[in-house]
């Protein structure tokens, strides 16, 4: 109870928002909340940001590659049954979108977070193999857009989707020739636990490579990432990547126990600095304000109490997505509690 009582005036330090300030009430109600990093998409975004005393971090990389990533035929008939592609495309959206989320419900689908099933792909977003990006040729020319467009005053960069739409690894002819060389070079077997590494060191490879391009250029540019989709098997990977700002995931979107909760937000905040000392581990927590589609739905109070458990283990600082859900009713006044700068009286 102690504990609790000490707790009334904790507060995040940091608050990352994955939701762009759209106009200028948006961003002064981001800032009230205690937003304090932002992602835009624009100058003005960018304007906006500043003048409510935000960092901007200019648009968001995703990964590169001469094709989508491929999946085992079970996997590639759960996406395409989940993501509804025998569905007639004249379809209208919105009928589409009630089977979809129907679908995703009835097959347990955790839309990248950890998986609950045996078999779970990724919602829509379909990713590139960026192991097949060969000295990274297509991964650079689209940096480099990112970083010739970014304006004076920029903080640094987003990254997202850098993983697997199967949380596992990509199975197309090239990826499949590498893992056999891989082999080959450190004689090993094919093994469940050799697959795993080999995939794990391809995905870490292709962000540090990433990094080392963007901070070659730009050195004071700052990497703000959050670690998704989950890689199944080996969940808290995050910190072997030289991101400055690491979110990785501690509450997702469907509720998970406080226990995990706890046991996530120590595991991010302890060992962030395992690998590289300039890493930042910061605690991810998915909120969904809309309890009609069938990603895992948060009141206020849901929001709050799982806050409490973040600050409780150890969180100093918070990555949140999706960014608009922290300027709705009821929820701002729960991150501006927890986060915002003025000292509220309570
Ligand atoms: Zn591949």
Redesign the pocket.
């Known amino acids: 109870m102690e504990k609790n009582a000490s707790m009334e005036n904790m507060k995040f330090e940091r608050l990352f928002s994955w939701g762009p300030p759209t106009n200028e009430e948006t961003a002064a109600k981001y800032a009230q909340a205690g937003v304090t990093d932002i992602i835009v998409y624009s100058e003005k975004q960018l304007e906006l940001a500043t003048k409510h005393g935000m960092r901007g971090y200019w648009t968001c990389f995703t990964p590169e ?1 001469p ?1 989508c ?2 999946m085992n035929e079970e996997e590639t008939r759960h996406f395409n049954y989940i993501n509804g592609k025998d569905l007639d495309p004249a379809m209208p959206r919105d009928e589409r979108l009630k089977i979809t989320s129907m679908r995703k419900g009835e097959k347990n689908h955790r839309y990248g977070g950890e998986m609950v099933t045996d078999i779970d792909t990724l919602n829509d977003a379909e990713i590139k ?1 960026f ?2 990006d060969d000295d990274l040729a297509l991964t650079r020319k689209k940096l480099d857009r990112i970083l010739s467009t970014a304006p004076d005053g920029i903080s640094g960069i987003y990254m997202d989707y850098i993983g697997y739409m199967n949380h596992h ?8 020739a590498k893992y056999k060389k891989y082999l080959a070079d450190k004689h090993l077997e094919n093994t469940t636990e050799n697959r795993n590494d080999f995939y794990l060191e391809q995905l870490v490879g292709y962000y540090n490579h990433v990094i080392d391009y963007v901070k070659k250029q730009r050195p004071e540019f700052k990497i703000v990432i959050h670690a998704y989709p989950d890689f199944k098997p080996l969940p808290l990977y995050g910190n072997r990547i030289k991101a400055d700002y690491c979110g990785q995931t501690v509450a997702w979107y469907f509720q998970w126990p406080e226990e995990k909760i706890q046991y996530y937000t120590k595991f991010v905040t302890e060992h962030s600095k395992d690998y590289y000392p300039h890493v930042e581990g910061i605690p991810f927590q998915g909120v969904n304000t809309n309890s009609n589609i069938s990603l895992g739905y948060k009141t206020p109070t849901d929001v709050e109490r799982e806050i409490r458990q973040i600050l409780a283990a150890g969180g100093k600082t918070l990555m949140v997505c999706d960014g608009p859900s922290i300027i709705e009713p009821g929820y701002f006044d729960v991150f501006r509690k927890y986060c915002g700068k003025e000292s509220s009286s309570k």
Do not use: D, K, P, T
Request: glycine share 14%; with cysteine.
């Open positions: 590659g094709h990533q491929v193999c192991i097949s690894g990509c199975y197309c002819e090239n990826c499949l």
